[in-house]
Nanobody, 114 residues
Framework: VQLQASGGGLVQPGGSLRLSCAAS????????MGWYRKAPGKQRELVAL???????TYADSVKGRFTISRDGAKNMVFLQMTSLKPEDTALYYC?????????WGQGTLVTVSS
């Protein structure tokens, strides 16, 4: 499975961005897709995960501001980010769980700054 993330950029505090991640290759039986992030000097952390149905999880720090969605037909996952804060600045990675194997994309940089 190959994952290609896009949509990062520079945004002012309070602004919005939408990240996209497209899966290709042997994409059968992908259970979960999601987003993680790694900020400078911090460990990588979960942002949001979804199975495309009711199985959705968010980090407490993004609840109410970020929304994850999945398009199963297009094998894509999205992260709509609103009310962005400087502390959301990080490299955002998408991932996919296929069986017991986790695949990672290359990351897209989100910078929140005035």
């Amino acid at each position: 499975v190959q994952l290609q993330a896009s949509g990062g950029g520079l945004v002012q505090p309070g602004g919005s961005l939408r990240l996209s991640c497209a899966a290709s290759g042997s994409i059968f039986r992908i259970n979960f897709m999601g987003w993680y992030r790694k900020a400078p000097g911090k460990q990588r952390e979960l942002v949001a995960l979804t199975n495309g149905g009711d199985g959705t999880t968010y980090a407490d720090s993004v609840k109410g501001r970020f929304t994850i969605s999945r398009d199963g037909a297009k094998n894509m996952v999205f992260l709509q980010m609103t009310s962005l804060k400087p502390e959301d600045t990080a490299l955002y990675y998408c991932n996919a769980l296929q069986g017991s194997t986790i695949f990672w994309g290359q990351g897209t940089l989100v910078t929140v700054s005035s």
